[in-house]
């Protein structure tokens, strides 16, 4: 079936970088734009970024803009976030998800605890 | 990228409805047939239960069902269920050049 499975997650410093994997089964990978989500603490879902199935276009939310970088490889169907200068407020769990104007499937999602 | 407005909480009994209403604006909502609404239980993966607007994947009850108006879609649940106690959050597509935009969620009680 299909299947999503994140990691990456931990806890540290303001400032630091941190890179989330997310491994994909069960459907043809390179055929779906994927996603980032989050949920911080007591708050709803945000979008953090989408890349098409090809990795041709990138969107990031305003919040992780110039911050974050979003990447696949279809060889290993595998999504990526790479989160860089990391702040207090990017503490959350971070999902990933399958698909672009219906997103249908997620992960179980990976926590990252930013603090000093 | 301004989020959709939702009520924060709703409740009903066992065996009633109840309908949870998401506003957007002509750019989002407003413009595109593909608002999908997530049930949400804390610590699990969300859940598509409506996707472009009304439609429900397999294996979604029936007692699910949404619909829109303009710039507001609206949820309702008939015959509330214990296990339907959850957050429950919609979306919609806001163009072919950026994210989407997520409804701040609503977190419904079975009484």
């Known amino acids: 079936q299909v299947q999503l499975v994140e990691s990456g997650g931990g806890v540290l410093q303001p400032g630091r970088s941190l890179r989330l994997s997310c491994a994909a089964s069960g459907f043809s990978f390179s055929d779906y734009a994927m996603h980032w989500a989050r949920q911080a603490p007591g708050k709803g879902l945000e979008w953090v970024a989408v890349?098409?199935?090809?990795?041709?276009?990138?969107y990031y939310a305003d919040s992780v803009k110039g911050r974050f970088t979003i990447s696949r490889d279809n060889s290993k169907n595998t999504l990526s976030l790479q989160m860089n200068s990391l702040r207090d407020e990017d503490t959350a769990v971070y999902y990933c998800?399958?698909?672009?104007?219906?997103?249908?499937?997620w992960g179980q999602g990976t926590l990252v605890t930013v603090s000093s | 990228q301004s989020a959709l407005t939702q009520p924060p909480s709703a409740s009903g009994s066992p065996g009633q409805s109840v309908t949870i209403s998401c506003t957007g604006t002509s750019s989002d909502v407003g413009a595109y047939n593909y608002v999908s609404w997530y049930q949400h239980h804390p610590g699990k993966a969300p859940k598509l239960i409506i996707y472009?607007?009304?439609k429900r994947p397999s294996g979604v009850p029936d007692r699910f069902s949404a619909s829109k108006s303009g710039n507001t879609a609206s949820l309702t649940v008939s015959g509330l269920q214990a296990e339907d106690e959850a957050d429950y959050y919609c979306?919609?597509?806001?163009?072919?050049?950026?994210?989407?935009?997520f409804g701040g969620g609503t977190k419904l009680t079975v009484l």
């Open positions: 890349i098409w199935y090809d990795g041709s276009n990138k």
């Open positions: 472009e607007v009304s």
């Open positions: 998800a399958k698909g672009w104007r219906v997103v249908d499937v």
């Open positions: 979306t919609s597509h806001a163009g072919n050049n950026t994210l989407g935009v």
